[in-house]
Nanobody, 133 residues
Framework: QVQLVESGGGSVQAGGSLRLSCAAS????????IGWFRQAPGKEREGVSC????????YYADSVKGRFTISRDNAKNTVYLQMNSLKREDTAVYYC??????????????????????????WGQGTQVTVSS
């Protein structure tokens, strides 16, 4: 069973940076998408970014493109989300998630597939990110 352990997060002023980590274990194949969702109080869960273990292709929500960078350290089985130029509207609880990718999901559609699913193999415990002005 896939297990995810998050770390990072915290409080920062607008314009600052934070890095989230998601340590993963228990994968049964090499074909997963691992990424991040966030949920702010009173708002729906929002997909932020994901990375494919097939080819390390990355995918981003429009709201974070150019500011956030997702990456993967295979040796450490860890996925990172580097968040720069943070805005108040980035304040939320961030959750790491992992989803096994069916072979029929083309590379071009991994992001859409990941952000649109609810049946994830595993979720992290969540970490708070607070951005103040």
């Amino acid at each position: 069973q896939v297990q995810l352990v998050e770390s990072g997060g915290g409080s920062v002023q607008a314009g600052g940076s934070l890095r989230l980590s998601c340590a993963a274990s228990g994968f049964t194949s090499d074909d997963y998408a691992i990424g991040w969702f966030r949920q702010a109080p009173g708002k729906e869960r929002e997909g932020v970014s994901c990375i494919s273990t097939r080819d390390d292709n990355t995918y981003y929500a429009d709201s974070v493109k150019g500011r956030f960078t997702i990456s993967r350290d295979n040796a450490k089985n860890t996925v990172y989300l580097q968040m720069n130029s943070l805005k108040r509207e980035d304040t939320a609880v961030y959750y790491c998630a992992a989803l096994r990718l069916p072979s029929f999901v083309h590379t071009s559609f991994v992001g859409i597939y990941f952000f649109g699913r609810t049946d994830f193999d595993s979720w992290g415990q969540g970490t708070q990110v607070t951005v103040s002005s």
